[in-house]
Each structure stands twice: as C-alpha cells, then as structure tokens.
C-alpha cells in the first residue's frame, strides 16, 4: 500500500519548536522529491519547503527561511520538519507530499496538526 504517514504535530507556545517527520511506504522513497505544506483555517494550501531525492537541494518559503528546516533520512524512507521559534501564524494543518522525479505522479499523507498558542 502506498503511503505517507505524518506525525509529530500537536500545542506549542511561541518561540517553541516541533520535529515533524513523514513515513513512507509502498514506493520507492528515494525517487521522490518531498514536499511540506501547510493549510491553516480558511486558507488553501501553501508550499513551505521542498527536499531533492537525494537531499542535496533545498528550498523554503520566505516566511519560513530561517526558521524551519527540511531533511530527509532515505535510508528509513522519512522526510523531517524542524520547526523552531514558532509564531501563532504558524497554526496550520501540515502535510508531506512525494512527487516522482521523472513522472511527477503524487502522493500525499493525511496531515498533521500544528497549534501556537500561548
């Protein structure tokens, strides 16, 4: 079965910090480039950082350089998000994508929640 299983959401106060890791299942994880995205309420879907297959190239959104980091473990088939010094507009549902380096066919995980608050 082919899969992304995200975990590591959950509550933070401001200036925190979360790991996000993505699991992947059923393909093979390193001919995929990984994506995460973040969905807060009322709001479509938003492209924070990307990873290479291999690792070697990264990329974030402005809003997050700086603070968040994207890597990967292919030999355990996961992509991580270090999250640090987060803010309350960080709140959002976040989610792993895969995308084949030669196909672009997708794969999405289920999401997981992230909330900042104090």
């Known amino acids: 079965q082919v899969q992304l299983v995200e975990s590591g959401g959950g509550s933070v106060q401001p200036g925190g910090s979360l790991r996000l890791s993505c699991v992947g299942s059923g393909f093979i994880f390193n001919l995929y480039n990984m994506n995460w995205y973040q969905q807060a309420p009322g709001k479509e879907r938003e492209l924070v950082a990307d990873?290479?297959?291999?690792?070697?190239?990264?990329a974030y959104a402005d809003s997050v350089k700086g603070r968040f980091t994207i890597s990967r473990d292919n030999a355990k088939n996961t992509a991580y998000l270090q999250m640090n010094s987060l803010k309350p507009e960080d709140t959002a549902v976040y989610y792993c994508?895969?995308?084949?380096?030669?196909?672009?066919?997708?794969?999405w995980g289920q999401g997981t929640q992230v909330t900042v608050s104090s």
């Open positions: 994508k895969a995308t084949h380096i030669l196909r672009r066919t997708e794969i």
């Open positions: 990873i290479s297959s291999a690792g070697g190239s990264t």
